[in-house]
């Protein structure tokens, strides 16, 4: 066993700022939502599913923001390829981070990858969408993928954000 963990819904979910490719900084304590902020960790530059995955999220964010959720997206990348992502992908409007730690990732729980290509970062984590409860700061649902494929479409999230508060639907799979 590798000592890996993965957030538990229910918990009080671990600090997180970073630096934003438009300027500026973001931390979750500070983050503004009515509901809840979708923190959303994708791969980097590098990878194409991310692209198709976050350009989904973008064209949905005003749906996301009549819900009350906050979005945000995140990578290890360096800035430079944050700024690259956000102009080659069309991200503009997105709250889009970069210079995830490593120590970051751990604590978030994301699966780590080192490069098999030159086109990749030398390490970098796979996709993870957690999302946190606005006020209380604990983790209401974590989704971890170990590779690209395994993605919700931003439509399918916003049909169960409907449905969490529609039925004040509690946090589930909070026993390990």
């Not at 809840?36 to 923001?65: E, M, S, W």
């Not at 360096?78 to 991200?91: H, S, V």
């Not at 494929?149 to 039925?167: F, P």
């Amino acid at each position: 066993m590798n000592g890996h963990r993965t957030l538990l819904p229910g918990t009080r979910a671990p600090q997180l700022s970073f630096a934003l490719a438009d300027g500026g900084h973001w931390s979750l304590e500070d983050a503004e939502a009515k509901h809840f902020v979708l923190i959303d960790f994708y791969r980097g530059l590098h990878c194409p599913r991310c692209q198709l995955h976050l350009v989904d999220v973008k064209n949905k964010l005003a749906r996301f923001t009549q819900r009350g959720v906050a979005v945000v997206a995140v990578s290890m990348d360096g800035r430079d390829r944050a700024e690259a992502a956000r102009d080659r992908w069309g991200l503009g409007g997105l709250t889009l981070g970069y210079g995830l730690s490593e120590d970051q990732a751990r604590a978030w729980g994301l699966y780590l990858t080192e490069a098999m290509s030159e086109a990749e970062p030398a390490r970098f984590s796979e996709p993870a969408l957690i999302m946190v409860q606005a006020g209380s700061g604990r983790v209401y649902s974590a989704v971890y993928g170990t590779n690209p494929l395994n993605r919700i479409h931003a439509s399918d999230i916003l049909e169960g954000i409907d449905a969490v508060l529609a039925r004040d639907y509690p946090p589930r799979g909070t026993l390990a």
